[in-house]
């Protein structure tokens, strides 16, 4: 029971799966940014399977999250990889080129975000 000194306890989250709920494999993501939001694309590479035997990409799901929820996504992860390398050691990811960031930089500037150099 609540009191005047112990409050009330917050009531359990209940979880309940979608019917479309589903486990996927994706070895490619995407993201495209828009006003408040980012959509997350998530695909599959399937080497060699596409008509000119390239590499065909697979579009599986795409997920929309407000900035502040990738924010805490990225938040997160960074906590979790955090222990993870402490375990297993440094995980490499590829760099990023100057024309990769000025790309991203003008698709931000396309979608309303100024910044203070501008």
């Excluded at 979880?15 to 495209?32: A, P």
């Excluded at 695909?43 to 502040?68: K, L, Y």
């Amino acid at each position: 029971m609540a009191t005047a000194e112990t409050p009330a306890p917050a009531p359990e989250r209940q979880w309940k799966r979608s019917e479309e709920y589903r486990s996927l494999f994706s070895n490619v993501w995407q993201y495209r940014i828009g006003r408040g939001e980012v959509a997350l694309l998530f695909s599959n590479s399937q080497a060699g399977m596409g008509f000119d035997g390239n590499p065909e990409i697979v579009q599986e799901v795409e997920i929309f999250v407000t900035w502040r929820q990738l924010k805490t996504i990225y938040a997160t992860l960074t906590m979790v990889f955090d222990e993870l390398e402490a375990v297993v050691g440094p995980i490499p990811v590829p760099s990023v080129s100057d024309e990769q960031r000025q790309a991203l930089r003008d698709h931000l500037k396309a979608n309303g975000v100024t910044f203070d150099e501008d």
